[in-house]
């Protein structure tokens, strides 16, 4: 469930030292005892820490666009992220729905 949970919401595998600390969380914990409640935990993660969603933004139009995001699309999709929550998945959906337009927020 750690592994599903950090690439559904980072976009990547938890490292050693994350996935270390989220084994050893007692079974019993409300963190952890469903794949949502972890994915919950990691959009707090995200929610709090600018690195992590410039991180995720960065992974999310690499995948679906296959660029890096220009200024004014970095900032935009970070104040999204930290206000609703929204994760890597979720922001590589949109991007890929958006279609063609969205390659205008592409660095050139």
Do not use: K
């Amino acid at each position: 469930m750690v592994e599903q949970a950090f690439q559904q919401v980072l976009g990547r595998s938890p490292g050693p030292d994350e996935l270390r600390y989220w084994l050893a969380v007692p079974a019993n914990d409300p963190r952890v005892q469903t794949e949502q409640a972890l994915v919950r935990q990691q959009r707090l993660f995200l929610e709090r820490f600018p690195a992590a969603r410039a991180a995720v933004i960065q992974r999310a139009f690499a995948a679906a666009l296959h660029c890096t995001p220009n200024a004014a699309a970095q900032g935009a999709w970070d104040l999204l992220i930290e206000t609703s929550g929204t994760t890597y998945a979720e922001l590589v959906t949109q991007l890929q729905h958006l279609g063609p337009a969205a390659r205008t927020q592409c660095a050139h």
